[in-house]
């Protein structure tokens, strides 16, 4: 089954303890992005990447990390956690424009709350 | 890309259809209306997107009219399943980086009633 998952699920943190969500997906995508979604704001982007060792930053990189070391996975690092990262994320993959469908599919999210 | 406008929420009879209306007025020649939804929570999905045409697929239709400046997306046979914050979101398909950035807004919360 085509899917996007993420891990862990629920995590509540303390504020500066390092932690790292996990992102991989099967259908071979390209284009892997981060997104987080406040009340209000909507889903706004975090981090994107092309290919591997290729990524770049969206709307919102401000206290995150990315890596693209395999093509399946996209982890979402937060070094030093703070209480206004408290959101619900979503990882997202696609196939790169001009490859077909330009459907994104998304995670099931990670809700994180950081006291 | 574009801006939308969609109506906050709108409900609808189980088996009914559900059309959801999008205003995208300032949209240009080479951007495409796409539509996602959100079930409480869980993560967006896409539903259907096109340029001119109309489209139809498994889940929905899209209605786009002539001059382009809405569209509408249509639930046959809305389900209690449906219930969800419905995205309208217009956008040129680029070559990737940023322009592969899906700009949601606050979408239409449609209810389906039994």
């Known amino acids: 089954e085509a899917q996007v998952t993420q891990n862990p699920r629920y995590l509540i943190t303390v504020t500066g303890k390092k932690l790292t969500v996990t992102c991989s997906q099967n259908m071979n995508h390209e284009y892997m992005s981060w997104y987080r979604q406040d009340p209000g704001l909507g889903l706004r982007q975090i981090y994107y990447?092309?290919?591997?060792?290729?990524?770049d930053k969206g709307d919102v990189p401000e206290g995150y990390k990315v890596s693209r070391k395999e093509k399946r996975n996209f982890p979402l690092i937060l070094e030093s956690p703070s209480p206004n990262q408290t959101s619900l994320y979503f990882c997202a993959s696609s196939l790169m424009p001009g490859q077909g469908s330009y459907e994104q599919y998304f995670g099931p999210g990670t809700r994180l709350t950081v006291t | 890309d574009a801006k939308t406008t969609q109506p906050p929420s709108m409900d609808c009879a189980e088996g009914r259809a559900a059309n959801l209306p999008c205003n995208h007025s300032t949209i240009s020649g080479n951007e495409y209306v796409y539509w996602y939804r959100q079930i409480h929570s869980q993560g967006p999905q896409y539903i259907i997107h096109g340029l001119k045409n109309n489209e139809t697929n498994e889940m929905a239709s899209l209605i786009i009219t002539e001059d382009r400046k809405s569209s509408t997306l249509i639930l046959p046979h809305a389900t209690l399943r449906d219930t969800a914050v419905y995205y309208c979101?217009?956008?040129?398909?680029?070559?990737?980086?940023?322009?592969?950035?899906?700009?949601f807004g606050e979408g239409t919360q449609l209810t389906v009633n039994p």
């Open positions: 990447s092309m290919n591997v060792e290729v990524t």
């Open positions: 979101i217009v956008r040129v398909s680029l070559t990737g980086g940023s322009g592969s950035r899906l700009t």
